[in-house]
């Protein structure tokens, strides 16, 4: 699977963006999507997963309540809302698909996009 990430951008703290990964190559509802961040000098981290279908999602609790993922799987693409915005939610994000159930854990997806950076301003 080829993943190409894009919606990124400059906003304020309290503001919001959707980012996009379009998927393509083999079957996109194959596979579980996650959406993973990864801040100036920290680990990458877990933000959010959707099962195949779309009927099971989990977040982060860093993000819980704010951020909601989503996909269309006739257009081939996962998606995550980003409502009000915090400075520490600047990162690169990136989106990923795994053959395992929502994992959290970055070894689990198999497919990884090139990521899309995302900068909140205080």
């Known amino acids: 699977v080829q993943l190409q990430a894009s919606g990124g951008g400059l906003v304020q703290a309290g503001g919001s963006l959707r980012l996009s990964c379009a998927a393509s190559?083999?079957?996109?509802?194959?596979?579980?999507m996650g959406w993973f961040r990864q801040a100036p000098g920290k680990e990458r981290e877990f933000a959010a997963a959707?099962?195949?279908?779309?009927?099971?999602?989990t977040y982060a609790d860093s993000v819980k309540g704010r951020f909601t993922i989503s996909r269309d799987n006739a257009r081939n693409t996962v998606y995550l809302q980003m409502n009000t915005l915090k400075p520490e939610d600047t990162a690169v994000y990136y989106c990923a698909a795994s053959s395992m159930v929502v994992p959290r854990k970055p070894s689990l997806y198999l497919y990884w996009g090139q990521g899309t950076l995302v900068t909140v301003s205080s």
């Open positions: 190559g083999r079957t996109f509802s194959d596979y579980d």
């Open positions: 959707i099962s195949r279908s779309g009927g099971i999602t």
